[in-house]
């Protein structure tokens, strides 16, 4: 390396053939992108594995019997709710993450989840348990999708744009309307007779049993074209999380860009808290073990590791906790949990935010 | 040219920038200096378009930096704050070929990574390309961060006190490359300085601010006199004749 | 994004030096016609609070009773409780230089109902002293990790602390959830988390009073708190001892968040709302703010409470439901009306 010290002329002068063979990729070494690979081929197959385990594991019915194929079916639709919800938890936060210049926090905080069960609450509280069994349909989903999205628009559009735009900002204000809503929907929660309160209580924790198939064909049309999106704007996306001024510096619109890509992860975060129920600090749990595993500040690469990973986790997570330990209903706040203890740990070791 | 005509920036009742009307010549090096709050920051931000003027206009290169699009201007002009803190871990090759970007999008063709490498050389971070930047010193990682904007190959390069944190020696280098930058690559580089003996030896201009106004612009002898400089610095700076130049004694 | 320099410096305090003729100039100008008149209106209030309420005192033969078994405890628990949350509230602006922290957005909440949650799960029917002891326990915890974390990590913009301190919150009550979910405890245990003074009444309250002891010790160690709140160095620098003053804060506002939590319940947005207002309108006199913000405290407690027995009568609505959707409203004007001061010119 040291025959490139050489005094450099007007034109860099150094011999062409030793420039050419230096180049720029995403990866330091060659040693990191193999790691990169092999780790990515090892999720991926943890979650083929845990995928092929949770249709076929422990059919209490035998192959040639006419009742195998549906069972098989309803455990596919969870299969496919995981999917969607690894994909959407995943890309929505790495993608908040960067564009916001810190790896704390979630989209989550955006208010979704908030929205979303005060919607359930008050649908019980005002209509009752029968109204909320029927809230479900095409029809339903959209309103609250819908009801979410124009949320995030009217915050972003209101605290983002303009001559005193503050992300900082949005995101406290996002976060105290969650709060306020919580406020209405946990009295509400309380005047709730104990059948309706658990009725209620089964929806407010993100779980695959909530999902219903009749969704699937507008969801995942809608999903993979966003997550289409935003892998297309990789490029634009690293360059964004270098934050706002040097992002202007190299000629990227950073107001209306930021704006678009928001609306985009509130798309992908309104369908899975509709689709499946909360699952706050999944996407914090996913996002840091993909920084870790993909050492790049290429969303190129991030991006597929964290779906990796999601889905490993997810399917992983429930496979065990379905057919090995037997419990159903927990998978949701165990998953929050583990994100949450891995926050603690982020947050205890960090140096600089 | 820099053409600054009439540019105001209020930032309370008392607190103003402006009126700022200055043309700052292509080619070399040109110096803001001033006090604290003389609004050197401000007037080098609103020249780079990274904070709005309320009233005036300023044209780089005939292009009028409020309407042109952004894009266009990357190819024109580079600005370089003080503070940089970034989330990802980058290498020094990773962050020097973001200066591409204008042109290539992300895509970096094989010309792009000549240039790279031309810019990681001239700034001898060479044998540092493929370190991460938290992996440096404070002096080093602001010569990645100056090779960047270069790197950008615009001819405008707007630096905002490039020097702090660095320590004598690396002062001295930082300045020898932009000097020789400003020469064999012919940019029109506009630097904030604190230490006006650094602006006195290394640029043809100088331009001092006081109090959100320009108070005087023009060649380094014309600038380091002691009455001028002690009126605007607010302290008694006296000028003798060194062996480079004019130094100021404070 | 850069954040505006505006919101940065509203939401930290700045603090005037006096000197110490002025100090006690000040501690006669406590007493000034504003703040006696504040006092008055909080009086009337907790008068009209006296005499709110569905049960008839005056027709009832034990109507006298009812009034000294829940009315007046009742009050009084009001005035303690805003007291404490208030001035909870300023002691953690004045330690964390941060005036958009309270105990709700910094986790202290969450982490008492935790506590209270434990205590369930190993007691069988605890009492209300073991149910505060838990509270206060976890409460300190929690802080502590709070002020640890403050201390190590470099903060770019003030505006991250309140949303870290959010998030932490939300792992802590997730993780609550995962308890009373997994042991089945369900309803009763949320309950907790409604705050509500309707079942006050005499022999729960008293230990509230404790709130009175806090304030004595609040208002001599105001000035040294102020100190531990610029930094280790500086504060070391000064002469005073940084890491006992931060755990002396740190017990204050456990005790406080504790003993509500566990007499009344979760009390948000109180801690923050009122010290933001008093040093909006007063500026950030240390010394003359802790007797408003204690005041103000008692009356917006006491005024959300009458509301609450109010509005829906004879039913009566939580406080902190009032409290929070009130308090969410104004913490969001605060924030928005920092945002545009003094831009335009």
């Known amino acids: 390396m040291s025959t490139l010290e050489s005094q450099p002329t007007a034109h860099g002068g150094i011999d062409a053939s030793l420039r050419n063979s230096r180049s720029t990729s995403a990866f330091r070494s060659g040693r990191d992108a193999r790691r990169y690979w092999m780790i990515l081929s090892i999720c991926l197959g943890v979650g083929i594995l ?37 994909l959407c938890h995943s890309f929505a936060t790495v993608t908040f993450q960067s564009v916001t210049g810190n790896r704390i926090i979630t989209p989550s905080l955006l208010g979704y989840e908030s929205l979303y069960s005060f919607i359930q609450t008050s649908i019980m509280f005002v209509f009752g348990a029968n109204a909320l069994v029927n809230f479900s349909g095409i029809g ?82 809608l999903v993979l074209l966003t997550i289409l999106c935003l892998y297309l704007m990789s490029n634009r996306l690293n360059v964004l999380s270098l934050g706002r001024d040097v992002a202007t510096t190299f000629g990227v619109r950073y107001q209306a ?86 926050f603690l740990i982020v947050i205890l070791r960090k140096r600089s935010l | ?109 094989r010309e792009d990574e000549k240039i790279i490498s031309k810019y990681i050389d001239f700034f001898e971070l060479t044998e540092l390309e493929h370190r991460f930047l938290d992996e440096l010193s404070g002096g080093q990682r602001q010569r990645a961060y100056v090779a960047m904007v270069l790197c950008q190959e615009t001819e405008y390069v707007l630096l905002d006190e490039p020097l702090n944190n660095l320590d004598i020696a690396r002062a001295v280098q930082m300045m020898e490359h932009l000097r020789r930058a400003a020469e064999e690559f012919g940019r029109t580089i506009v630097v904030v ?58 | 994004m850069n954040v505006t320099p505006e919101v940065e410096s509203i939401s930290q305090p700045q603090f005037s030096e006096q000197n110490p003729e002025q100090q006690s100039n000040k501690k006669q100008k406590i007493w000034t016609i504003p703040f006696i008149i504040a006092v008055i209106i909080v009086i009337g209030l907790g008068i009209v609070s006296l005499f709110t309420g569905v049960y008839d005192i005056w027709n009832q033969e034990d109507g006298l009773d009812m009034f000294f078994i829940t009315r007046i405890p009742r009050t009084v628990a009001l005035m303690l409780t805003g007291a404490a949350m208030a001035m ?24 008492a109902g935790l506590g209270l949650v434990f205590v369930y799960l190993l007691v069988p029917s605890p009492s209300l002293v073991t149910r505060m002891t838990g509270a206060i326990l976890f409460s300190f915890v929690g802080t502590m990790i709070f002020f640890f974390f403050l201390r190590n990590v470099k903060l770019r913009s003030s505006l991250i602390v309140p ?129 408003w913000t204690c005041v103000m405290g008692m009356g917006t407690i ?31 004007l605060i924030l928005l009306r920092q945002r545009k001061s003094r831009r335009l010119r």
């Open chain 3, 163 to 291: 949303i870290i301190g959010i998030m932490l919150g939300s792992v802590i009550s997730a993780f609550s959830t995962f308890m009373t979910l997994y042991f089945r405890m369900s309803q009763s245990v949320e309950n907790w988390f409604i705050g509500s003074f309707a079942p006050i009444q005499v022999g729960r309250y008293e230990y509230l009073w404790v709130i009175v002891i806090m304030t004595i010790i609040i208002f001599l160690y105001a000035n040294r708190l102020t100190l531990a709140g610029l930094g280790e160095d500086v504060a070391t620098t000064l002469g005073v001892n940084y890491n006992r003053l931060i755990l002396l804060a740190n017990a204050l506002i456990a005790v406080a968040v504790g003993i509500v939590a566990a007499v009344v319940g979760n009390v948000p947005f109180l801690g923050l709302i009122v010290p933001n207002i008093v040093s909006m309108i007063r500026g950030d006199d240390l010394r003359t703010n802790l007797p």
């Open chain 3, 302 to 332: 006491t005024f959300c409470d009458i509301l609450a027995r109010v509005v829906n009568m004879p039913f009566e609505m939580p406080v902190s439901t009032i409290l929070g959707t009130l308090g969410a409203i104004v913490f969001i």
């Open chain 1, 257 to 342: 860009n930021i704006i678009f890509i928001l609306i985009l992860v509130a798309v992908l975060m309104a369908t899975t808290t509709s689709l499946l129920g909360p699952l706050t600090f999944f996407g914090f749990l996913v996002a840091m073990l993909s920084y870790q595993a993909a050492p790049t500040f290429d969303h190129r690469y991030i991006f597929p590791m964290a779906f990796a990973i999601g889905y490993g986790v997810l399917t992983t997570a429930y496979f065990l906790l379905y057919h090995v330990f037997g419990s159903q209903t927990v998978v949701g706040v165990i998953i929050e949990l583990f994100g949450g203890l891995a």
């Open chain 1, 140 to 221: 339903a989903f959209f309103i609250q999708v819908g009801l979410m999205i124009t949320l995030s628009l009217i915050l972003f559009g209101w605290l983002l744009s303009g001559k005193y735009g503050n992300l900082h900002l949005m995101l406290l204000i996002g976060i105290i309307i969650g709060t306020g809503l919580n406020s209405v929907s946990g009295f509400m929660r309380r005047m709730l007779a104990p059948s309706e309160f658990d009725l209620l209580q089964s929806r407010l924790i993100g779980s695959v049993t909530n999902a219903d198939s009749e969704y699937f064909p507008f969801v995942i049309p």
């Open chain 2, 193 to 250: 300085l604190h230490d006006i003996n650094f602006a006195a030896k290394y640029s043809d201009r100088i331009c001092a601010m006081k109090h959100g106004q320009i108070a005087a612009f023009g060649s380094v002898r014309e600038i380091m006199k002691p009455e001028l400089l002690s009126d605007i610095f607010e302290t008694k700076i006296e000028i003798i004749e060194g062996p480079y130049g004019p130094i100021a004694i404070y």
């Open chain 3, 88 to 111: 909870t509230g300023l002691i953690t602006h004045l330690v964390t230089q941060n005036k958009m922290v309270e105990p709700t957005t910094i986790g202290t909440t969450e982490w």
């Open chain 1, 50 to 86: 845990a995928t092929v385990g949770l249709i076929f594991y422990n059919n209490p019915v035998p192959v040639d019997s006419p009742s195998f194929m549906p069972v098989v079916k309803r455990r596919l639709v969870a299969v496919v709710a995981m999917f969607i919800a690894a």
């Open chain 2, 1 to 109: 040219m820099i053409k600054i005509q009439n540019a105001r920036k209020w930032y309370a009742e008392e607190v103003k920038i402006g009126p700022l009307n200055i043309e700052i010549p292509k080619a070399g090096i040109t110096s803001l200096i001033g006090p604290n709050g003389a609004g050197k920051s401000t007037t080098l931000l609103m020249i780079g378009r990274l904070l709005h003027m309320d009233e005036g206009q300023i044209t780089v290169a005939n292009m009028d930096v409020s309407t042109t699009k952004s894009n266009d201007l990357a190819k024109v002009l580079t600005i370089l704050r003080q503070e940089n803190h970034f989330v990802t871990r980058l290498t020094v090759r990773q962050l020097v070929g973001f200066g591409r970007f204008p042109y290539s999008k992300g895509r970096l063709t």
